[in-house]
């Protein structure tokens, strides 16, 4: 079943914060987040493995709480090139096939 | 190294005929996924790979959706008797192992049936 992510669509101006949040019905492994920028592929922003941990990558870091079964993407001081349409997979055990959300539409304005 | 290739990056193609879209992995992956995504939606899950069996077909939509990989490396997804419903990116990603490793995507196969 695919995860629910929310916002669906948000606007920022540059240097704000943004949290993007994933949750699933289903127990979780590992949550997967790519970003995808307009007419490209999606590209890796990061794993987090069951376990609760927390991740960073940059100005960009995740959390998993897995118990809730919900993942939170957090971009802070955000910049122009932070636009675009953030996925999160998600991983339940034993099926090794992740199956990613609908997407939550980012753009960052001057 | 060289990346995840995908071909023809477009194809155009009349309701009723078959098509083939192909995946080059990278080398050494063994693990590839088939997504499919229509325009501003999400990324649809199809089928992936291990190796050359699929232990995962769930996605595929209908029976006119196939796939087959060889030798552990290049897989084709065939549509046959498409239907404009098929129009679509199909993005292909291939990763070291199936599951909770990092999927690198291909740039997609432009899918327009008319």
């Known amino acids: 079943q695919q995860p629910v992510q929310s916002p669906q669509a948000v606007i920022l101006r540059e240097g704000e914060d943004a949290v993007i949040n994933c949750s699933s019905s289903k127990a979780l492994y590992s949550v997967h987040w790519y970003r995808q920028k307009h007419g490209e592929a999606p590209v890796f922003l990061m794993i987090?493995?069951?376990?609760?941990e927390q991740k960073g990558h940059d100005k960009i870091s995740a959390s998993f709480n897995e118990k809730k079964q919900q993942s939170s993407l957090y971009l802070t001081a955000s910049q122009l090139s932070y636009s675009g349409t953030y996925f999160c997979g998600t991983e339940s055990g034993g099926y090794q096939k992740v199956t990613f959300g609908t997407g939550t539409k980012l753009q960052v304005i001057p | 190294g060289a990346g995840v290739s995908q071909s023809p990056s477009n194809k155009v193609t009349e309701k009723g005929k078959d098509v083939e879209l192909r995946c080059d992995p990278i080398?050494?992956?063994?693990?590839l996924y088939w997504y499919r995504q229509s325009l501003g939606q999400g990324l649809e899950f199809l089928i992936y790979?291990?190796?050359?069996?699929?232990?995962?077909k769930s996605g595929l939509p209908s029976d006119r959706f196939s796939a087959e990989r060889t030798g552990g490396s290049v897989s084709t997804l065939t549509i046959q008797r498409t239907q404009q419903e098929d129009s679509a990116v199909y993005l292909c990603?291939?990763?070291?192992?199936?599951?909770?490793?990092?999927?690198?995507f291909g740039p997609g196969t432009r899918l327009t049936v008319t």
């Open positions: 080398s050494g992956h063994t693990a």
């Open positions: 990603a291939s990763s070291y192992s199936p599951g909770s490793y990092e999927q690198y």
């Open positions: 987090l493995l069951k376990g609760g």
């Open positions: 790979f291990q190796g050359n069996s699929a232990p995962d």
